[in-house]
């Protein structure tokens, strides 16, 4: 999806009506890739993203306040906060079809002498709020009037503008800071020459990026669409691409929609050019019409227009508002993959070092049969010393041989191989506890692991992430900030049956806990994939007999929540309630059950509860 010229225009007509002249009151970086100002005009506060992520470049108000979300303080924040915080935006301009967007910002610049008289206003606003702005509260008293008033301290003897320049292009997407020289103060990527013959480095002349000779669309005529033909593609939304300035392909396919009824063409057909460069112009001075299309996982597209070759379509109160719910769908998905990403690393560093532990103590395992050998041996010299004869070396004791010294006496060697007996023995003791707690704990790092890649929401993601640290598999970085004390958990995953049956479904280990010994009662249908980590199910039977379509749909559950889930038919244990034990001493969720019967499903999918 790009964020296309006619998106970028229909933004500009926005902000030139809700935040040009305001003044800025907050600069702060929400990400390594984006900037966030908060603008006062028109008697509102109103919070402007700038963002050159590689994938979701883009420029838009949002409606909650922004937080800051990049705790050190880079050069260009630095360069913000002394020549844009404070001052007013005075034009914002986009050169004619390009994905160019310029806020022009003055700031008055005080003398020393000035500067003295405003430090306590300044002290305010910096303890009010530390990335440079003030807080709602503090705002309430330091307020834009407030600000303005430092303007009115003595005359001023002169102002300072610069330039920000906001490109959003995909991979080549930047965020720049210009002086009014036109000399480069900063950006939020810097390009040297090796990465492009562009530069954009502190202190080198700002250039726009290269124009494009292609033909205007907003004076599209029947004869320019003919020449489509000789572009060289056949396809007619590539042709329009290659043809016409500011075209992307979703412009490109609605323009083939309105005057087609179908999204795309070839070039060779018989075509009504007049009316496809009609639909062209209409698309470039129609008066905006903001909406939003639909998917099965949320927002699929957005536009300034009304989109015709998509469906179903929401009409949206502004551009800003389309863009920031299309954009907040997809950095969520990016977001939840990465932070599944992080879990997954730690949870396997986890594993590895435990594994590590579990290989080192099957190490000190293996030596404990040697310990038998040991005492085996004393015990034999001890049975056959009748036999033994002074300097004798070996001994043949069941077709084994036990060697012996010949400058000791038999009784000494007996009596040597106990003392190395005891002293190994109560080395080795608790090995086989400790080897049984280890193994637990990779059952339980595994079952997390299987949790966590069946996870559908940041909050399942989240809270795994959270008993993994609870359970010490995961270790808090010191400079990571504190989470809640009370954090809200994720409650189990409750649906109801064809037979009207409660069914719980665990999707975390405590969640499975909770099922299992909470929610369950003794005479309850216990349900989970059989040899198979995934979540515990529960049908509450409430002393009824549990019909065959509920038990079906419960182990459907089952098989769907495990890492069987890609299978065609898993087999799933059901047991009583009654019948399952807890893991001695081992994490929550792992349990052992008996007297349990194996049905063979299909996996699942939950429906509505």
Same mark, same amino acid.
């Given at each position: 999806?790009?964020?296309?010229? #006619? ?25 390594? !890739?984006?900037?966030?100002? &908060? ?28 937080? @800051?979300? $990049? ?16 001052? %007013? ?39 009010? =709020? ?5 807080? =709602? ?23 300072? @503008? ?23 103060? =900063? ?5 040297? /020459?090796?990465?492009?013959? %562009? ?24 004869? =320019? ?47 009504? !050019? ?14 905006? &019409? ?6 099965? &996982?949320?927002? @699929?597209?957005?536009? /300034? ?16 508002? *389309? ?52 005492? !085996? ?17 070996? #001994?043949?004791? &069941? ?52 949790? #966590? ?30 989470? /809640? ?72 559950? *089952?098989?769907?929540?495990? @890492? ?15 019948? $399952? %034990? ?8 792992? +349990?052992?059950?008996? *007297?349990?019967?194996? $049905?063979? +499903?299909?996996?699942?999918?939950? !429906?509505?509860?």
């Amino acid at each position: 999806m790009y964020f296309d010229t #006619l998106t970028l225009t229909a933004i500009t007509d926005e902000l030139r009506s809700t935040i040009l002249n305001g003044r800025v009151q907050r600069v702060l970086l929400p990400s390594l !890739w984006s900037i966030g100002l &908060e603008v006062y005009a028109n008697q509102k506060r109103h919070q402007l993203l700038v963002s050159a992520h590689p994938q979701f470049a883009r420029i838009h108000l949002v409606e909650k306040k922004l937080s @800051r979300g $990049v705790e050190q303080v880079t050069p260009l924040l630095l360069l913000l906060r002394k020549y844009v915080l404070g001052g %007013r935006i005075i034009a914002i301009e986009q050169p004619v079809l390009e994905r160019v967007l310029i806020l022009s910002i003055v700031k008055d610049v005080q003398s020393r002498n000035q500067r003295n008289q405003t430090t306590e206003l300044d002290t305010a606003l910096t303890d009010a =709020d530390p990335d440079g702005g003030a807080d =709602d509260e503090a705002l309430a008293d330091l307020n834009a009037e407030s600000l303005e008033n430092v303007g009115a301290i003595d005359a001023i003897q002169e102002t300072f @503008r610069c330039d920000l320049i906001i490109e959003p292009m995909e991979r080549r997407s930047n965020i720049i800071l210009v002086d009014d020289n036109n000399l480069v103060l =900063d950006s939020i990527k810097r390009v040297t /020459p090796r990465m492009s013959r %562009r530069v954009v480095l502190p202190r080198r002349v700002y250039e726009f990026p290269p124009g494009q000779s292609k033909h205007d669309p907003r004076n599209a005529t029947a004869a =320019d669409m003919q020449a489509l033909r000789e572009t060289g593609e056949s396809d007619l939304v590539r042709a329009l691409i290659a043809s016409y300035r500011g075209i992307s392909p979703q412009v490109a396919r609605e323009v083939a929609w309105r005057a087609l009824e179908r999204p795309t063409a070839l070039v060779s057909e018989d075509l009504p !050019w007049y009316i496809l460069a009609a639909r062209l112009r209409e698309l470039f001075s129609a008066p905006w &019409e903001p909406t939003l299309t639909l998917g099965d &996982e949320g927002p @699929r597209a957005y536009a /300034p227009y009304a989109i015709n070759h998509l469906s179903p379509v929401q009409a949206q109160p502004s551009i800003s508002a *389309a863009v920031e719910a299309f954009y907040t769908a997809r950095e969520e998905l990016t977001s939840h993959s990465q932070r599944r990403t992080e879990v997954q690393q730690q949870l396997d560093a986890a594993n590895e070092r435990i594994q590590h532990q579990y290989n080192q103590i099957s190490t000190q395992m293996e030596r404990a049969k040697a310990l038998d050998r040991l005492r !085996w041996e004393g015990e034999m010299i001890f049975a056959f010393m009748h036999t033994l004869t002074p300097g004798q070396s070996t #001994l043949e004791v &069941e077709g084994q041989t036990i060697e012996l010294d010949p400058s000791r006496s038999p009784v000494e060697c007996a009596q040597e191989r106990f003392r190395a007996y005891d002293k190994a023995k109560s080395a080795l003791a608790g090995l086989p506890e400790r080897l049984h707690a280890t193994q637990t704990q990779l059952d339980g790092i595994e079952q997390l692991a299987v949790l #966590l890649d069946l996870a559908e929401e940041r909050e399942q993601i989240e809270q795994i992430a959270r008993e993994g640290e609870e359970l010490g598999y995961i270790k808090r970085k010191t400079d990571a900030p504190s989470r /809640p004390r009370r954090a809200a958990r994720v409650k189990p995953l409750r649906l109801v049956s064809s037979d009207g049956f409660d069914i719980y479904v665990g999707r975390s280990a405590v969640q499975n806990d909770e099922v299992t010994f909470r929610i369950g009662r003794p005479d309850d249908l216990w349900v989970h994939v059989r040899t198979i980590h995934g979540a515990h199910v529960i049908i509450r039977a409430g002393g009824r007999d549990v019909p065959e379509r509920t038990i079906q749909e419960a182990a459907g559950l *089952a098989a769907y929540f495990s @890492r069987a889930r890609a299978e065609n038919a898993v087999e799933v244990d059901l047991s009583r309630r009654s019948q $399952v %034990r807890k893991v001695v001493g081992g994490p929550p969720g792992l +349990v052992t059950y008996r *007297a349990e019967q194996t $049905v063979r +499903v299909a996996p699942l999918p939950p !429906w509505g509860g």
